[in-house]
């Protein structure tokens, strides 16, 4: 555990391949539930539910960041710039002009409300309050990110960040989701191993609908420079029982699945990475 999240593998990076899960985290701190007007079951659609258990059961030697603090208490996927001046003291609205959708619709980088649930909290929290979860919890995770990726890129000629989260069932369909901010976060053939991957199992997957990809791939992806990110989405409804809320009979298969992924998006990297070498 280094702060609010756990660092899992070598540093530097022992693959190309780094693994982020940033929305899995159930570690509710004290003053979250004084300040919540809602019960605490009201939180879990925000959780990514357990998809940190597939990642870790699916992992080899990737190193992998894991948030252990609530999407609740502050969102990773979202920028600093991102506060809801509804509850957020030191949110100016005048630095805001164009809010995003996610912002306006109480999804900011404090959560004001999830989905069509009522206000979450009890008062507005102070710019000190969220100016201290951004520097104790936002962003150790994204200069660490950063710096793993650095060194991966360092010491393979080129790193992949797979960013996992998961989602809820689709009327699309999909069960997977890749997010590459079409086209801006990686090259497509990352894409395409990882589309091929799902077909191979029989899972209907689609690309950037409805999730492109959010701040994580923002801050980090810089293809240019070779390194590449990509957001993964899951379907719950994958891995947990039928209530959507525990482990169910699919989290085996699901497991199997993220680990031929990783094999595939490795397989990329390194092949890529010898090319460049060559040059």
């Given at each position: 555990?280094?702060?609010?999240?756990?660092?899992?593998?070598?540093?530097?990076?022992?693959?190309?391949?780094?693994?982020?899960?940033?929305?899995?985290?159930?570690?509710?701190?004290?003053?979250?539930?004084?300040?919540?007007?809602?019960?605490?079951?009201?939180?879990?659609?925000?959780?990514?539910?357990?998809?940190?258990?597939?990642?870790?059961?699916?992992?080899?030697?990737?190193?992998?960041?894991?948030?252990?603090?609530?999407?609740?208490?502050?969102?990773?996927?979202?920028?600093?710039?991102?506060?809801?001046?509804?509850?957020?003291?030191g949110a100016l609205p005048s630095a805001?002009?164009?809010?995003?959708?996610?912002?306006?619709?109480?999804?900011?980088?404090?959560?004001?409300?999830?989905?069509?649930?009522?206000?979450?909290?009890?008062?507005?929290?102070?710019?000190?309050?969220?100016?201290?979860?951004?520097?104790?919890?936002?962003?150790?995770?994204?200069?660490?990110?950063?710096?793993?990726?650095?060194?991966?890129?360092?010491?393979?000629?080129?790193?992949?960040?797979?960013?996992?989260?998961?989602?809820?069932?689709?009327?699309?369909?999909?069960?997977?989701?890749?997010?590459?901010?079409?086209?801006?976060?990686?090259?497509?053939?990352?894409?395409?191993?990882?589309?091929?991957?799902?077909?191979?199992?029989?899972?209907?997957?689609?690309?950037?609908?409805?999730?492109?990809?959010?701040?994580?791939?923002?801050?980090?992806?810089?293809?240019?420079?070779?390194?590449?990110?990509?957001?993964?989405?899951?379907?719950?409804?994958?891995?947990?029982?039928?209530?959507?809320?525990?482990?169910?009979?699919?989290?085996?298969?699901?497991?199997?699945?993220?680990?031929?992924?990783?094999?595939?998006?490795?397989?990329?990297?390194?092949?890529?990475?010898?090319?460049?070498?060559?040059?």
């Open positions: 555990m280094d702060g609010s999240f756990e660092l899992l593998g070598s540093a530097p990076p022992a693959s190309p391949l780094v693994l982020s899960v940033p929305h899995a985290g159930r570690d509710y701190p004290a003053a979250l539930f004084a300040a919540l007007r809602v019960p605490i079951a009201a939180l879990l659609p925000l959780e990514d539910r357990h998809v940190d258990a597939v990642a870790l059961a699916a992992r080899g030697v990737e190193t992998m960041l894991v948030q252990r603090r609530p999407r609740a208490w502050i969102d990773l996927n979202r920028s600093e710039a991102e506060r809801d001046p509804r509850i957020d003291e805001q002009p164009n809010q995003s959708a996610k912002l306006r619709g109480g999804l900011g980088l404090v959560p004001r409300r999830t989905g069509g649930s009522s206000e979450l909290w009890r008062r507005r929290f102070g710019a000190d309050e969220i100016a201290a979860r951004i520097a104790e919890d936002y962003r150790p995770y994204h200069d660490r990110l950063a710096g793993l990726l650095a060194a991966a890129r360092a010491r393979f000629g080129i790193a992949v960040l797979l960013d996992v989260h998961s989602m809820p069932p689709l009327a699309s369909g999909a069960q997977l989701v890749f997010g590459d901010r079409f086209g801006r976060a990686a090259a497509s053939r990352f894409v395409g191993r990882l589309e091929a991957e799902a077909m191979a199992f029989g899972i209907r997957s689609a690309i950037n609908t409805p999730y492109a990809g959010g701040h994580i791939l923002e801050a980090q992806a810089a293809p240019a420079r070779g390194i590449h990110a990509i957001q993964l989405e899951i379907d719950r409804s994958l891995y947990l029982d039928g209530m959507l809320e525990a482990l169910g009979p699919g989290f085996a298969r699901t497991v199997a699945v993220l680990q031929r992924m990783l094999a595939a998006l490795e397989d990329e990297a390194l092949g890529a990475g010898e090319a460049l070498a060559a040059e």
